[in-house]
């Protein structure tokens, strides 16, 4: 796209540059087969599979969430979970995954120095409970007047020795994906309890968690499915590369086009320019919102 921007500028300009989207996975059960576009449409075509014939009792003698509600509740959790996989790129997963069962860090505890450190020693013994022998997690908070806030510094040792270091701060607890985490949190509070089990088709699986619930459900859905990832084009055969790369019918393609030339030109002079700390600033601060990253 460097190329083409800097050097044949006029081909982006009248629509001619298009960029192939082949599909990422093929799914094969039985004699039937299918093309999947990304890791989204592959959740929710095994999401789909798992939910058939899928019945989620809260306690032994509930009666059965199915249908709809189950549905809505399962693809809140697959949604957490993308947004989980998104952040864990700078926090760890550990720590996220707890953030969801936590009580919401609320604007007013936020306020009071003494709760945020109670809020952040429950997080740390939640978190150091699913860690194995020989790892821990240390959280030290600080409160600061510039930005008003707190700083929570997250360090994880193993065998005594730090292995990683994060900083959660007030800006992370505003943010919509830590509120959406909290939110579906809040939603699944206490709604298991003692006794609870999950059913498809006539097999039954005991969970204490909806975390369970669901990774039972896919890995049923994922029996008798043989699911293939391509790496690149390389890796498809002609009939395939034809399916689904060259076939006018049913490719999918997209078209490049410049829609603000002079924020188009900042950026490419940032990404691709000589000057090496603009382009760790823009990505440091962009890394969060990338929807679709080619590495």
Same mark, same amino acid.
């Given at each position: 796209?460097?190329?083409?921007?800097?050097?044949?500028?006029?081909?982006?300009?009248?629509?001619?540059?298009?960029?192939? !989207?082949?599909?990422?996975?093929?799914?094969?059960?039985?004699?039937?087969?299918?093309?999947?576009?990304?890791?989204?449409?592959?959740?929710?075509?095994?999401?789909?599979? /798992?939910?058939?014939?899928?019945?989620?009792?809260?306690?032994?003698?509930?009666?059965?969430?199915?249908?709809?509600?189950?549905? !809505? $509740?399962?693809?809140?959790?697959?949604?957490?979970? *993308? +947004?989980? &996989?998104?952040?864990?790129?700078?926090?760890?997963?550990?720590?996220?995954?707890?953030?969801?069962?936590?009580?919401?860090?609320? @604007?007013?505890?936020?306020?009071?120095?003494?709760?945020?450190?109670?809020?952040?020693?429950?997080?740390?013994?939640?978190?150091?409970?699913?860690?194995?022998?020989?790892? %821990?997690?240390?959280?030290?908070? @600080? #409160?600061?007047?510039?930005?008003?806030?707190?700083? +929570?510094?997250?360090?994880?040792?193993?065998?005594?020795?730090? @292995?990683?270091?994060?900083?959660?701060?007030?800006?992370?607890?505003?943010?919509?994906?830590?509120?959406?985490? +909290?939110?579906?949190?809040?939603?699944?509070?206490?709604?298991?309890?003692?006794?609870?089990?999950?059913?498809?088709?006539? &097999?039954? !699986?005991?969970?204490?968690?909806? %975390?369970? *619930?669901?990774?039972?459900?896919?890995?049923?859905?994922?029996?008798?499915?043989?699911?293939?990832?391509?790496?690149?084009?390389?890796?498809?055969?002609?009939? =395939? #590369?034809?399916?689904?790369?060259?076939? @006018?019918?049913? &490719?999918?393609?997209?078209?490049? =086009?410049?829609?603000? /030339?002079?924020?188009?030109?900042?950026?490419?002079?940032? #990404?691709?320019?000589?000057?090496?700390?603009? &382009?760790?600033?823009?990505?440091?601060?962009?890394? #969060?919102?990338?929807?679709? $990253?080619?590495?």
């Amino acid at each position: 796209l460097t190329f083409f921007y800097r050097q044949m500028h006029e081909l982006i300009e009248r629509g001619y540059i298009y960029i192939a !989207q082949p599909p990422l996975y093929k799914v094969k059960k039985g004699k039937q087969e299918q093309y999947v576009k990304d890791d989204a449409a592959l959740n929710a075509h095994l999401l789909n599979s /798992a939910l058939e014939d899928a019945r989620l009792h809260v306690n032994a003698d509930a009666p059965a969430i199915t249908g709809t509600a189950l549905e !809505q $509740l399962a693809e809140r959790y697959m949604a957490v979970m *993308a +947004a989980i &996989r998104r952040l864990s790129r700078r926090y760890d997963p550990v720590i996220l995954e707890k953030l969801v069962y936590m009580p919401t860090l609320e @604007a007013r505890i936020q306020q009071d120095a003494a709760q945020v450190a109670d809020w952040f020693n429950e997080l740390e013994q939640r978190a150091n409970a699913a860690l194995p022998p020989g790892q %821990k997690f240390e959280i030290l908070v @600080a #409160l600061q007047t510039e930005p008003e806030g707190f700083v +929570a510094n997250v360090v994880k040792r193993t065998h005594g020795i730090i @292995a990683a270091e994060q900083r959660l701060s007030s800006d992370f607890f505003a943010s919509g994906e830590y509120q959406r985490m +909290a939110e579906f949190g809040r939603q699944l509070d206490g709604l298991l309890g003692a006794g609870a089990y999950v059913m498809r088709g006539e &097999r039954k !699986q005991d969970i204490a968690s909806f %975390k369970q *619930a669901i990774e039972w459900l896919l890995e049923q859905a994922r029996r008798g499915q043989h699911i293939q990832r391509y790496k690149g084009l390389g890796e498809m055969n002609p009939e =395939q #590369l034809w399916e689904t790369t060259m076939n @006018a019918e049913t &490719r999918r393609l997209l078209r490049v =086009q410049i829609e603000d /030339a002079v924020a188009a030109d900042e950026i490419f002079t940032t #990404l691709m320019g000589d000057q090496v700390e603009p &382009r760790r600033e823009f990505i440091e601060t962009n890394a #969060l919102a990338v929807a679709n $990253l080619d590495v």
